[in-house]
């Protein structure tokens, strides 16, 4: 099976600019996540979708939002970029998670987003 | 906020030693996850210890896990200089719809 895909893989930005990122998961998997990954807050989770639903969200102002479509792929966007924004983030996806929360997440590599 | 801190934050080794590294997590788990992550690029999963596991091996990978203390510890044995690479600890939240990981812990393996 194919991996996890993200384009694009890098992005210049400019601040106040907005930016679309997106995620395509392994076939068969229908949760999608979106977590970001700076060098002060390290790794934190951004949100969850499940067949085009989203199912928790973490600590992000509402400048950063996604959507899931029917064939699963996913998008993220954050409007009104601030430098602080300049991030690597990460998608990943999963199967249904076990009865007892078994819930490993493949991983795509990354979009590496710069704001200047 | 982060549920779990990997101890220590960077180690250095040469080829052929063992290393060990420690994730200690602050709720109740059903279970405890291990990734690698090589430099800026996507995370990789290494291994899942149920909350009623103690220990489990894969291939030069040992993970313990002591609930009583919230702690788990990861051990690489005989490392290579590939083994370079930040390791994570992970824990679900309780819908278990995300993981939430610690700091990681950054291993330089030389040869």
């Known amino acids: 099976k194919a991996g996890v895909t993200q384009t694009p893989r890098y992005l210049i930005k400019t601040r106040g600019q907005q930016v679309t990122l997106s995620c395509s998961p392994i076939?068969?998997?229908?949760?999608v996540s979106w977590y970001q990954q700076t060098p002060g807050q390290g790794l934190q989770f951004l949100f969850e979708?499940?067949?085009?639903?989203?199912?928790n969200k973490g600590n992000f102002p509402g400048r950063f939002s996604g959507r899931q479509f029917s064939n699963s792929r996913s998008e993220m966007n954050v409007s009104t970029l601030e430098l602080g924004d300049s991030a690597l983030y990460l998608c990943a996806s999963s199967s249904p998670p076990g009865q007892d929360f078994s819930y490993e997440q493949y991983f795509g590599p990354g979009t590496r987003l710069t704001v200047t | 906020s982060q549920q779990g801190e990997e101890d220590p934050q960077a180690l250095s080794i040469q080829e052929g030693e063992n290393a060990t590294m420690n994730c200690s997590y602050k709720t109740s788990i059903n279970n405890l996850q291990w990734y690698r992550q090589n430099s800026g690029r996507g995370l990789v999963h290494l291994i899942l210890i149920r909350s009623n596991e103690r220990e489990k091996h894969s291939g030069r990978l040992r993970v313990t896990l002591d609930t009583s203390k919230k702690s788990s510890s990861l051990l690489i044995t005989a490392s290579r200089a590939a083994d370079t690479a930040s390791y994570f600890c992970?824990?679900?939240?309780?819908?278990?719809?995300?993981?939430?990981f610690g700091k990681g812990t950054t291993l330089s393996v030389s040869s």
């Open positions: 979708y499940f067949s085009e639903t989203q199912r």
């Open positions: 992970a824990t679900a939240n309780q819908a278990g719809t995300a993981l939430i």
């Open positions: 076939s068969g998997h229908r949760s």
